[in-house]
C-alpha cells in the first residue's frame, strides 16, 4: 500500500464513498499520511513508531519516511476537518457495517494516536451540535476509547507543560463538564457507566495524579492548568471524592505533597473553599498522619499566598465554625512546625479575643458560633510555647479586660459561662495572680467540660476512625455494575417504601434565627429526612430573616447566593421555585453592588444551564424594582371612580351633570418630583 493522494483527494472520497471496500482503502490512505506526518511532527521515537505500525498495519517505510513541509502545512489546517468527516458523514452511512476490529485498526486509531487536543475538541463540538443518533453514538464510543488508553492524562501533560495559558480556563471547564453534556442524551446512547458523574470524578482525577507523576522530572512545569481543573472538578463533582484521591496520593510521597501544594496555588480563589474543607473535616485518616498530611500540602503555601491564608485563619474560623473541635486543631497545627509561620498563631489569637469581647458579637452571634471561637482562642493558645505567652501576656491582658463586662452583662447565661471559663483557662496559664486564681461561680456542663479539656490536646479516644466513602476503582469497559445486575422491573412493589411528603412534619422543625444557622443547615450534609425538613424550613424563612437583618450584611448575603444559586429542587417542596427566587432578590436587594456583580458574572459561566441564566436576569430585574420602588398617587381618575363607588346613586346623576355644564381649561401637566432610592 502506497499513499498516493494528498488530503483534497481523500477528503472528497471519504465523502463520497460507495461501498465498504472503498471506504476501507480511503481510510488506511488517509491514516498511512496522517501517521506519516504526525510522527514526524510529534517527534515520535522509533519504538513508538514501530508500535503504531503494528496496531495499525501501516507499513514500516512509509512512517519512517520524512514528510515534506507541504504535508506537514496542511496536515494542521486538514487534521480536524478529516477527523469531523470520520465522526458524521462515516459514522451515519458506513460505521454500522465495518466490523469492531476493523474500527479499532482504522477508525479509533486516529483518535488514539492523533494530537491530543485537536481530537479532544472535535470528538466534543461534534457530540454537542450532532443531531443524528449514529453521530452522537459515534462520539460516545470514540470518547470512551479515548478516555480508556489514558489520552486525558496525555492532554493534562502537554498543557502543563505549553508556553502559553491561552484556552486554559475553557478547556477546563470541558474536561470536567463532559458528564453534563450528555447528560441529556444518555436515554438515546448505549452509554459507558464510566461517563457516570460520580465515577467520572475518579476517572478525571486518577488522569490528573498520573499527569502530575509524569511531569515530577520536568522542570518548566506550570500548574496552572491543573489548578484549574481540581478547582472547577471539586465544585461540579464530589468535593471529598477529590480530596481522597489527593490524599491518596500525597501518601505515595514527600514529592507528591510539594506538587499538590504547588496545584493549590493556582486554584481560583471562588474554588479554593471547595478544594481545601474536605482536607481537614476528613475522618477516614488518623489525626497524627492527617496533620502531617496538612503541613506538607499547606504549610509552604501560607504565608506566600494570601488568599490561602485569608480561607484558612478567616473564613474557615471566623465566619463558617466546626462542630467538632478535631478541624480546628488541625487548621492551627501548620502554624506551629515552621518559625516564620509562628506569628500567625499570635496576630489570630489576638483577632479572635478581639471578637470574642465585642458587645455585638456577643449580642447577635449564635451561640454555636460563639463557642466555637473559645474553643479556637484555647487552642490558639494550647499550640504556645511559654515564651510566646509571656511575650503577649499584658495584650492578652488587656482583651480580656475589655472582654469580661461584655460577657458578664450578658442576658444569655450560656455565653456568660462561655466567657467565664475562657478567662480562667488563660489567666491560669498566663500564671496571673497564682496565690488566688481567676475563679467564677457557675454551673458545670458538658460545654464548659469540653473548653477545659482543649489544652490537653485532641485524642481520638472517642472518634471513630470511619472507612474511605469512596472505592476508587473504576472499570473502563461496558459492563453494568454488580449493584444493577439483578435488578428486574417485575420485583415485588411490596418493597418499596411510600414517600411522606405531607408538611406536617415542619411544624415541629424549629426554624432558624440567624443566617448563620440557615448557610450551616443548607451546607452540612443531607442524609436524614429530618435533615430536609429543616431545609425546607429554612428556605422558606430565609427571605425574611434577610429582610430584617441589620448592620453590613454583604458577605453573609453573597454566600447565601452562592448556596441557593446551584441548589437543585430535591426537596419536593411545591413553593421551591417561589422561595428560591425570593431568597436571591433579598440578597441582591441588601447587598446589591457585591451580589450582582456576582450574578452577572455568573451568567457567563459555562456550568450553568438557560433556566439558571434566565433566572439570574429575573432576579436583577425585579431586585432592581424592588430598590428602585416609589410611591405613585393614582390617576384622578381613578381617584373619582374610588368616591363614586360611596355615594348614592342621586349624587352621581348630580354631578355628572354638573361636569357636562363645567367649562375645563388644559393647565401644565404636573411632574413628579424624583425620589431618592437605594438603586
Keep these: 500500500m502506497t499513499s498516493c493522494r494528498d488530503w483534497n483527494e481523500l477528503e472528497l472520497s471519504l465523502k463520497h ?116 443518533l449514529k453521530v ?62 460520580n465515577n467520572y470524578v475518579v476517572v478525571l482525577m486518577q488522569n490528573i495524579l498520573g499527569a502530575l507523576e509524569r511531569l515530577q522530572h520536568h522542570s518548566s512545569v506550570k500548574y496552572d492548568f491543573v489548578g484549574k481543573l481540581v478547582g472547577k472538578l471539586a465544585v461540579l463533582g464530589d468535593r471529598n471524592m477529590v480530596v481522597q484521591c489527593l490524599l491518596e496520593f500525597v501518601n505515595r510521597g514527600h514529592e507528591n505533597g510539594e506538587q499538590v501544594s504547588e496545584v493549590l496555588t493556582f486554584v481560583s480563589s471562588q474554588h479554593l473553599e471547595a478544594v481545601t474543607l474536605p482536607f481537614f473535616t476528613c475522618d477516614y485518616i488518623p489525626f497524627h498522619e492527617l496533620k502531617q498530611f496538612i503541613d506538607v500540602v499547606f504549610g509552604p503555601k501560607i504565608v506566600l499566598i494570601g488568599k490561602l491564608c485569608t480561607l484558612l485563619y478567616h473564613r474557615l474560623i471566623f465566619i463558617k465554625y466546626f462542630k467538632d473541635v478535631r478541624p480546628k486543631y488541625l487548621i492551627f497545627y501548620p502554624l506551629t512546625t515552621r518559625e516564620e509561620r509562628r506569628y500567625l498563631l499570635t496576630k489570630t489569637l489576638f483577632e479572635l479575643l478581639t471578637v470574642w469581647g465585642n458587645k455585638s458579637s456577643v449580642d447577635l452571634q449564635p451561640y454555636e458560633h460563639h463557642l466555637a471561637i473559645c474553643e479556637s482562642i484555647i487552642i490558639c493558645f494550647y ?27 450578658s442576658n444569655h447565661p450560656d455565653f456568660r459561662r462561655a466567657g467565664m471559663v475562657t478567662a480562667e483557662i488563660l489567666t491560669q496559664f498566663l500564671g496571673i495572680n497564682t496565690e488566688a486564681p481567676l475563679k467564677f461561680d457557675y454551673e458545670e456542663t458538658d460545654d464548659t467540660k469540653r473548653l477545659k479539656s482543649l489544652l490537653e490536646g485532641y485524642t481520638e479516644q472517642n472518634f471513630v476512625v470511619k472507612e474511605p466513602p469512596t472505592q476508587l476503582i473504576v472499570e473502563s469497559d461496558n459492563k453494568v455494575s454488580d449493584q444493577f445486575a439483578n435488578l428486574d422491573s ?69 454566600e447565601i447566593t452562592q448556596i441557593i444559586l446551584s441548589l437543585s429542587s430535591e426537596f419536593y417542596m411545591e413553593d421551591f421555585v417561589d422561595c428560591r427566587k425570593k431568597i436571591l432578590v433579598n440578597c441582591a436587594v441588601v447587598a446589591p453592588r457585591t451580589v450582582a456583580d456576582y450574578l452577572s458574572y455568573q451568567f457567563y459561566e459555562d456550568n450553568y444551564t438557560i433556566g439558571h441564566r434566565l433566572d439570574i436576569l429575573d432576579v436583577i430585574v425585579q431586585s432592581s424594582r424592588d430598590l428602585s420602588a416609589i410611591e405613585i398617587s393614582p390617576p384622578e381618575d381613578d381617584t373619582e371612580k374610588s368616591k363614586m363607588l360611596n355615594m348614592k346613586p342621586w349624587e352621581i346623576e348630580v354631578m355628572e351633570r354638573l361636569k357636562k355644564k363645567t367649562k375645563r381649561f388644559n393647565s401644565a401637566t404636573k411632574i413628579s418630583i424624583g425620589k431618592e432610592n437605594k438603586i
Excluded at 496542511?74 to 458506513?94: M, N, P, Q
Excluded at 511559654?386 to 460577657?407: C, F, Q, T, Y
Excluded at 450534609?525 to 422558606?540: N, S, W
Excluded at 430565609?542 to 453573609?556: F, Q, S
Aim: charged share 25%; glycine share 2%; net charge negative.
Design 136 to 197: 452522537m453514538q459515534a462520539c460516545y464510543d470514540v470518547l470512551n476509547q479515548f478516555v480508556s488508553v489514558g489520552r486525558l492524562q496525555q492532554l493534562i501533560v502537554e498543557k502543563s507543560l505549553a508556553r502559553s495559558n491561552v484556552g486554559i480556563e475553557s478547556l477546563a471547564s470541558h474536561l470536567c463538564n463532559i458528564p453534563e453534556s450528555i447528560d441529556n442524551k444518555m436515554n438515546l446512547l448505549n452509554t459507558h457507566h464510566v461517563f457516570e458523574k
Design 383 to 409: 499550640y504556645m510555647d511559654n515564651d510566646e505567652r509571656v511575650v503577649i501576656k499584658e495584650k492578652i491582658m488587656m482583651l480580656l479586660a475589655a472582654g469580661m463586662p461584655v460577657h458578664l452583662d
Design 17 to 132: 464513498c460507495s461501498s465498504v471496500a472503498e471506504l476501507k482503502q480511503c481510510l488506511e490512505e488517509s491514516q498511512a499520511l496522517f501517521f506519516v506526518v504526525s510522527s514526524s511532527a510529534s517527534n515520535l521515537t522509533d519504538a513508538e513508531k514501530l508500535t503504531i505500525c503494528q496496531s495499525t498495519g501501516i507499513q514500516q517505510e512509509l512512517i519512517f519516511n520524512v514528510p515534506s513541509t507541504d504535508q506537514q502545512s496542511s496536515f494542521v489546517i486538514k487534521f480536524s476537518r478529516y477527523l469531523r468527516i470520520l465522526l458524521e458523514d462515516v459514522a451515519i452511512k458506513w460505521l454500522s457495517q465495518i466490523s469492531e476490529h476493523e474500527k479499532k485498526k482504522l477508525y479509533y486509531s486516529n483518535f488514539i494516536y492523533g494530537p491530543v487536543l485537536d481530537c479532544f475538541l472535535t470528538i466534543l463540538s461534534s457530540l454537542k451540535h450532532g443531531k443524528h
Design 490 to 558: 417485575d420485583d415485588d412493589e411490596d418493597e418499596l417504601k411510600p414517600f411522606n411528603s405531607s408538611d406536617k412534619n415542619l411544624a415541629s422543625v424549629k426554624p432558624p434565627v440567624y443566617l448563620r444557622e440557615c448557610i450551616e443547615i443548607l451546607t452540612e450534609t443531607r442524609e436524614a429526612e429530618k435533615d430536609l425538613d429543616k431545609i425546607a424550613v429554612t428556605l422558606r424563612t430565609l427571605p425574611k430573616l434577610l429582610v430584617e437583618a441589620k448592620g453590613n450584611v454583604e458577605e453573609i448575603a453573597l
